[in-house]
């Protein structure tokens, strides 16, 4: 069975312009996650999508959004980049208690 | 004070030697995953617990809910365990919590 897929793997963006990021979910998995790890930073909560609706947001501007799709992929979207939105973006899929993790998507602002 | 503490931030150990990395946290939860993250970004989910003992190979988890503290335990250790193993702990929401992580190195 496939694991939690990303796409882009690596992009690279200049400030000002807008990121898109796509995960899909392991499959029967309906709950998506979005997470920011800056480098040298830890892992920070940025979105949880359920059932296609937005259910929690960490503490980021609302230049970062996203959806949920029916099939429950999801998408992140990140508006007016920054330099420091230069970070790996992290997608996690669950059911009940347990988490599977994509491979990331290495986003750089230049 | 995060509400996820990890220590040692740094770890390098000779091959073959055993390993404990510590996790205390000061909220409560309902569960607390073991992660590992190699370089180029991937994690890896290890355990997840809500009590007592999980061994998985080489690995041990351990939780103390009243203590609110976790190690985890590599035996044997080798250098392709050589990674960032991150503890997170599931608080209200369903999101996860997740602490700085500890950066092991293991040499031949």
């Known amino acids: 069975e496939a694991g939690v897929t990303q796409s882009p793997t690596h992009l690279i963006k200049t400030r000002g312009q807008q990121a898109t990021l796509r995960c899909s979910p392991i499959?029967?998995?309906?709950?998506v996650y979005w997470y920011q790890q800056a480098l040298g930073l830890g892992l920070q909560f940025l979105l949880w999508?359920?059932?296609?609706?937005?259910?929690n947001r960490g503490n980021f501007p609302p230049r970062f959004s996203g959806r949920q799709f029916p099939n429950y992929s999801s998408e992140l979207n990140v508006n007016a980049l920054e330099l420091e939105d230069s970070a790996l973006y992290l997608c996690?899929?669950?059911?009940?208690?347990?988490?599977?993790f994509g491979q990331g998507t290495r986003l750089t602002v230049v | 004070k995060n509400e996820v503490e990890q220590s040692p931030q740094n770890l390098t150990a000779q091959e073959g030697e055993f390993i404990t990395i510590n996790c205390s946290y000061s909220?409560?939860?309902?569960?607390l995953h073991w992660l590992q993250q190699h370089p180029g970004g991937g994690i890896v989910s290890l355990f997840m617990?809500?009590?007592g003992k999980k061994k998985h190979g080489r690995l041990i988890a351990t939780i103390n809910i009243q203590e609110k503290h976790s190690s985890l335990h590599i035996t044997a250790s080798h250098p392709r365990d050589s990674a960032v193993y991150i503890c997170?702990?599931?608080?209200?929401?369903?999101?996860?919590?997740f602490g700085e992580g500890t950066q092991l190195t293991v040499n031949p």
């Open positions: 617990l809500s009590s």
């Open positions: 909220v409560g939860i309902s569960a």
């Open positions: 997170a702990v599931k608080t209200s929401g369903s999101r996860l919590t």
């Open positions: 999508y359920d059932e296609g609706e937005e259910r």
């Open positions: 996690a899929s669950s059911l009940g208690p347990y988490y599977l």
């Open positions: 499959s029967g998995h309906t709950s």
